[in-house]
T-cell receptor, first 112, second 114 residues
Framework: NAGVMQNPRHLVRRRGQEARLRCSPM?????VYWYRQLPEEGLKFMVY????????ESGMPKERFSAEFPKEGPSILRIQQVVRGDSAAYFC??????????FGDGTRLSIL | AQSVTQPDIHITVSEGASLELRCNYS??????LFWYVQSPGQGLQLLLK??????LVQGIKGFEAEFKRSQSSFNLRKPSVHWSDAAEYFC????????????FGKGTTLSVSS
């Protein structure tokens, strides 16, 4: 499968724990985006990254959330000290320099 | 404010009937418009996109959409719906083909009756 790969597909955490979500972009794609989908809602943009650079993080909550896209390896969305309200589906998308965004199957995060 | 409105939360269509899903946008710059489809528990699949040129664009699975600048609309259509088209459909707008955040509507759930 040459698509956008996200893992894990499902993640359960207790309140106060950390959640790490991984995203490997499609081959040849240099741009990565993270979106969050709450029930009954569309996707909300969180952050846009290129290799080793955060380009736009205007949708990221100011606390507890961070993202990276290292030179080697997948992009990581990290949520520290999770709370019930963080329960959602988190989608990663990737794109080439010019072209539309292609989405992964998402990570469903549940907070106990 | 930049936004995308999908007025219909849920639509039911008989198999074989035609379909139109509405999308209106508010965007300050030249819009790049997209329709995505999401099946339960899955990610979003790109159906079609509009960047410029012909205002009627063809996509995958027999879908098409028409861009109407005067109405700020980008409605999705299909002449004959199949049961496998039952899913959630999202309209989105961005400032460019890539490198910018997409703004999504809240989606329209399509049910297909036999």
């Amino acid at each position: 499968n040459a698509g956008v790969m996200q893992n894990p597909r499902h993640l359960v955490r207790r309140r106060g724990q950390e959640a790490r979500l991984r995203c490997s972009p499609m081959k040849g794609h240099s741009h990565v985006y993270w979106y969050r989908q709450l029930p009954e809602e569309g996707l909300k943009f969180m952050v846009y990254l290129q290799k080793e650079n955060i380009i736009d993080e205007s949708g990221m909550p100011k606390e507890r959330f961070s993202a990276e896209f290292p030179k080697e390896g997948p992009s990581i969305l990290r949520i520290q000290q999770v709370v019930r309200g963080d329960s959602a589906a988190y989608f990663c998308a990737s794109s080439p320099l010019v072209g539309p965004q292609h989405f992964g199957d998402g990570t469903r995060l549940s907070i106990l | 404010a930049q936004s995308v409105t999908q007025p219909d939360i849920h639509i039911t269509v008989s198999e074989g009937a035609s379909l139109e899903l509405r999308c209106n946008y508010s965007y300050g710059a030249t819009p790049y418009l997209f329709w995505y489809v999401q099946s339960p528990g899955q990610g979003l699949q790109l159906l079609l996109k509009y960047f410029s040129g012909d205002t009627l664009v063809q996509g995958i699975k027999g879908f098409e959409a028409e861009f109407k600048r005067s109405q700020s609309s980008f409605n999705l259509r299909k002449p004959s719906v199949h049961w496998s088209d039952a899913a959630e459909y999202f309209c989105a707008v961005g400032a460019d083909q890539a490198g910018t955040a997409l703004i999504f509507g809240k989606g329209t759930t399509l049910s297909v009756s036999s």
